[in-house]
């Protein structure tokens, strides 16, 4: 089974440029999940899909940052325009919605983001 | 104050020994606590994945929750050079709470030496 898969790898823009990052969940997992980790700080939140629908976006900076999850498959993050401090890396994450429970966080491999 | 605080090393221990590593939180709120390890370049793997207080076996792996004084611990039973790589724990609220947001630590780098 194929885990979560996160496009590109690694992007570098000047600051000011759009840059927009994909990511596929595990097949079958309608919870979707978008976090960030900046240099030198932990791994933070930023938001969390059902479907295709926001449940919880308290943890998006500011309003550069948009995220949509077309058809409640794939999750795209754009950001617009781009600032040196949103460089990091950004990870998205997948699970199950189980009997009443959620399971276990996937997480891909992240994108890295460095803004110039 | 950070909601989870754990100590970011690096720590750096022989083949063979036992790993101790620690995670302290404030949220009373946290219910499942989960230990993440992470290679270079790559994203966090799930480890352990805890709900009670007490511990949790598996392998050389034992998860450690001790809600009353809100610390979990992971310890690495006979470290091998391949356990190297940053430890990260994880915790969050029930679904009932609407936080199935992960709140993490900032991640052990733990080396192990052959």
């Known amino acids: 089974e194929a885990g979560v898969t996160q496009f590109p790898s690694h992007s570098v823009i000047e600051k000011g440029q759009t840059v927009t990052l994909r990511c596929d969940p595990i097949s079958g997992h309608d919870n979707l999940y978008w976090y960030r980790r900046v240099m030198g700080k932990e791994i933070k939140f930023l938001l969390h899909f059902v479907k295709e629908s926001k449940q919880d976006e308290s943890g998006m900076p500011n309003n550069r940052f948009l995220a949509e999850r077309t058809g409640g498959t794939y999750s795209t993050l754009k950001v617009q325009p781009a600032e040196l401090e949103d460089s990091g890396v950004y990870f998205c994450?997948?699970?199950?919605?189980?009997?009443?429970?959620?399971?276990?966080?996937?997480f891909g491999p992240g994108t890295r983001l460095t803004v110039l | 104050q950070k909601e989870v605080e754990q100590d970011p090393g690096p720590l750096s221990v022989p083949e063979g020994a036992i790993v101790s590593l620690n995670c302290t939180y404030s949220n009373s709120a946290f219910q499942y606590f989960m230990w993440y390890r992470q290679y270079s370049r790559k994203g966090p793997e799930l480890l352990m994945y805890t709900y009670s207080s007490g511990n949790k076996e598996d392998g050389r792996f034992t998860a450690q929750v001790d809600k009353s004084s809100k610390y979990i611990s992971l310890f690495i039973r006979d470290s091998q050079p391949s356990d190297s790589a940053t430890y990260l724990c994880?915790?969050?609220?029930?679904?009932?709470?609407?936080?199935?947001?992960?709140?993490f630590g900032q991640g052990t780098r733990l080396t192990i030496n052959p």
């Open positions: 994880a915790m969050r609220g029930t679904p009932i709470q609407g936080a199935q947001k992960l709140v």
């Open positions: 994450a997948s699970s199950q919605e189980l009997a009443g429970y959620t399971d276990t966080q996937y």
